[in-house]
């Protein structure tokens, strides 16, 4: 988040599968996201969340920030 922090200007759009019984079963997987802990990542690093939903049927989640200026 320091990295896109630095280098996004405008708006960051954030895709992730969302937790579930099924994404632990995947050993590449370290931890799920929530929507509301991406929101709160957005906060804690000068995002504005605009947008959040579940995508379905895809089993992701979206959430759309803008910078905080």
């Given at each position: 988040m320091k990295k896109i922090n630095?280098?996004?200007?405008?708006?960051?759009?954030?895709?992730?599968?969302?937790p579930s019984y099924k994404f632990w079963n995947v050993p590449s997987h370290i931890r799920p996201y929530t929507i509301k802990a991406v929101k709160k990542l957005y906060l804690l690093y000068g995002f504005k969340p605009i947008f959040s939903a579940?995508?379905?049927?895809?089993?992701?989640?979206?959430?759309i920030g803008k910078k905080i200026k």
């Open positions: 630095g280098i996004c200007n405008k708006k960051l759009i954030t895709i992730a599968p969302r579940n995508l379905f049927p895809t089993k992701s989640l979206i959430v």
